[in-house]
């Protein structure tokens, strides 16, 4: 595979999904002024993804509904802080960078932005997210391979996976060993059993995503 030049990213390539990079090659991705709103980079151990941002329906229908997960879920919790920013762009400069369709801080002290800042949260100035996850409908394979690693490397304590086509959640927690373990109750979201997730997914079969929510909604009444 020949590497991405840091010189004029190639705005038509058809990129395979990893490709030998600097990070200054990010770079050039990321603050090239014709590039496309929707298109995602992530960089890990030398390496450079870029999302073309083509997921269409089914990624844009599921991903909403996660964001109302996180509203039903936290509206029950008066005056706890919550900020969800879902596809910001995370960077540990100079090693890794990521834009998860989901990020969620959850406590407080989450990143905000200056006249002047890279749009970015840089892990050198703000926390770590309480929880990231990947809407899975074409990326299965990497979101549960290279981004995984890239996510315990940033040190995220929880990533979920949303598998749009086998209908369930995957979802890990950070262990000591710096290695992810897959768990079945989130602890982010306290208390939460990732199978009501894979549930509320089997809910999309017969309606949209609002009247998945309301199911998931009615599902946590009593927890």
């Known amino acids: 595979m020949t590497p991405i030049t840091a010189v004029s990213p190639p705005m038509t390539l058809a990129l395979p999904q990893w490709q030998p990079a600097t990070w200054d090659d990010y770079v050039a991705w990321r603050d090239n002024p014709d590039l496309n709103k929707d298109v995602r980079l992530f960089f890990h151990q030398g390496y450079l993804w870029v999302d073309m941002g083509n997921e269409g329906i089914n990624h844009a229908r599921f991903n909403d509904l996660f964001t109302l997960v996180f509203f039903v879920w936290f509206a029950r919790q008066t005056g706890l802080l919550v900020d969800?920013?879902?596809?910001?762009?995370?960077?540990?400069p100079r090693t890794q960078a990521a834009a998860p369709d989901k990020v969620l801080y959850i406590g407080g002290n989450s990143p905000q932005w200056s006249e002047g800042e890279p749009r970015v949260i840089n892990l050198e100035s703000w926390r770590v997210p309480d929880l990231v996850g990947e809407i899975a409908d074409t990326t299965l394979a990497t979101d549960l391979d290279e981004k995984k690693q890239l996510y315990a490397a940033l040190a995220i304590p929880e990533y979920w996976v949303v598998d749009i086509k086998g209908r369930q959640v995957l979802a890990f927690r950070l262990q000591s060993d710096g290695k992810y373990q897959q768990i079945a109750v989130s602890?982010?979201?306290?208390?939460?059993p990732i199978?009501?997730?894979s549930e509320m997914l089997e809910q999309m079969n017969e309606g949209n995503n609002i009247i998945a929510a309301v199911w998931f909604n009615q599902q946590?009444?009593?927890?």
């Open 195 to 197: 199978s009501l997730l």
């Open 84 to 92: 969800s920013l879902s596809g910001c762009v995370i960077e540990k």
């Open 187 to 192: 602890v982010a979201l306290e208390g939460l």
């Open 220 to 223: 946590i009444a009593d927890f």
